[in-house]
């Protein structure tokens, strides 16, 4: 055999090792959706066998953290960078950011999305990437996604509109007769048509038609959001109660939420798929402010929104057979800006080299290699830069577990103070505390200042804190 063929043939058998040794990649992400909500992390209020079920073979994160709200869990997940690095506005991703969907797709992966978007920045229907970016320009080849009002073009809102009756508040639905559009198509829906099973069935054909090549797949859910409506499942379901918004409804969404996720499991292991396909199920922020759900004896009030357990504190289960141990939990510290470098090591991707990545890869701790966790985590939290109401004020924190350092420098126990409602003097810490204190506040010297300077912080309670406050003493004076 000549040289030039025996050297050919060798690159195609390692790069045929190397491609069969890099594993599909699935995460879902349901939308606010706190970890008070699922049994399996203790809590009582939503009976949701299938979550339990389908746990039983997954690795559970007790100590996943997101951002307080979408758009910046969003950007973090995707970047592995800090919002402190990369936000610049509520639904907006800066085009000059770099996601994991374009970094897997360089390094040959086939990757879809569907479900929701909304970070094109666009103030209204007729600039579509006016400040922000498209999923088609973040590497993804395939995408069905919900057509949020601000998102589409003139010409796609007046083809959903005109279906429903004149003088209807322009609103997208997300769930029945939702607006999507596929592949940049709107597609003609009736109030028979629901949202989440249009998104998963676009992306299970997704999976059953790349079954042969590596896919990486984002489902950035729809669920479980307001408003509270039925789904597919809910007892006693016409069409004139599917578009009527109730609480009521919302442990039947966190089931569907958890049928869908078997979904996923069920055709992945159908097609053989299973040892060679790393499934990642979280939520993007706490529940939704209005919900009360408990943990046993303890209430939790929603959080979305603000920086406390509650709004930052989410699920987290992972399965990859053969490769973790199910029904096994994890301790480990998980921030959001981990799960682009986790997915670009499994899949033998470049990091970019011209810009900081925050994330820490944990494959080494799916894969039971060993493994060094992160020892802190940071929230950089400013909703609308351009707001100086209080209720958009600037927050940042760092975190180890146990101990929350703020800005400030108020400082939390939150293990035993988990509505933080007793600070502690950081700068007349005692002894112990010293050492947690000067590494807590490494951790925020560490980032970036803040772009541009806004002094309007005053330290003091926001209106939302100040009200989720007497709601909690509503609860406990009748307890």
Request: net charge negative; proline share 7%.
């Amino acid at each position: 055999m000549k040289p030039f063929m025996l050297l050919l043939c060798i690159s195609s058998i390692v790069s045929f090792a190397d491609a069969a040794d890099r594993p599909n990649i699935v995460l879902i992400m349901a939308d606010d959706l706190g970890y008070e909500c699922l049994g399996v992390n203790g809590g009582t209020s939503y009976d949701a066998p299938v979550f339990d079920r389908i746990a039983h073979d997954a690795m559970r994160f007790s100590n996943c953290y997101s951002q307080p709200i979408c758009t910046p869990s969003r950007n973090m997940v995707m970047t592995g960078r800090s919002n402190a690095r990369n936000y610049r506005g509520f639904g907006l991703l800066d085009s000059d950011e770099i996601t994991f969907g374009s970094l897997m797709r360089d390094a040959g992966y086939r990757t879809a999305i569907a479900g929701k978007w909304q970070l094109t920045g666009g103030e209204g229907a007729d600039d579509t990437n006016r400040s922000g970016t498209i999923p088609e320009k973040c590497g993804f080849e395939q995408t069905c996604m919900w057509a949020y009002e601000r998102d589409v073009s003139v010409e796609q809102a007046n083809e959903y509109f005109s279906r429903f009756p004149a003088g209807m508040k322009r609103k997208t639905s997300r769930f029945w007769q939702p607006a999507v559009v596929q592949n940049g198509k709107m597609l003609i829906t009736t109030i028979d048509d629901y949202g989440p099973d249009i998104f998963s069935r676009f992306l299970l054909d997704f999976i059953e038609q790349n079954k042969d090549a590596p896919f990486f797949v984002y489902y950035p859910m729809v669920l479980t959001h307001n408003p509270f409506v039925p789904t597919p499942d809910t007892p006693g379901l016409t069409n004139d109660v599917k578009m009527r918004g109730n609480p009521k409804y919302f442990g039947d969404m966190i089931r569907y939420t958890g049928k869908t996720v078997e979904r996923f499991l069920h055709r992945i292991e159908e097609l053989g798929l299973s040892e060679n396909t790393l499934v990642i199920f979280t939520a993007d922020n706490g529940t939704f402010r209005e919900l009360e759900s408990r943990m046993g004896n303890r209430v939790v009030i929603g959080g979305k929104g603000l920086p406390l357990d509650a709004g930052v504190h989410v699920p987290m289960l992972v399965w990859w057979k053969g490769r973790i141990q199910g029904g096994s939990v994890c301790h480990d510290l998980i921030e959001f800006s981990d799960f682009m470098p986790t997915f670009v090591e499994a899949g033998r991707a470049r990091l970019p080299t011209d810009r900081r990545i925050d994330g820490h890869s944990f494959l080494a701790r799916l894969k039971g290699e060993p493994y060094t966790p992160r020892d802190s985590i940071f929230l950089h939290y400013d909703k609308d830069p351009e707001k100086p109401e209080p209720e958009y004020r600037r927050v940042r924190s760092a975190f180890d577990g146990r101990y929350k350092l703020y800005h400030d420098r108020k400082m939390f126990d939150v293990q035993n103070d988990i509505e933080e409602e007793h600070p502690l003097d950081a700068d007349d810490a005692p002894p112990a505390l010293r050492a947690v204190v000067q590494r807590l506040q490494s951790v925020l010297d560490s980032m970036p200042p803040w772009q541009p300077d806004n002094s309007s912080f005053n330290g003091q309670p926001d209106e939302q804190s100040q009200s989720r406050a007497r709601r909690l003493a509503e609860v406990r004076a009748t307890e």
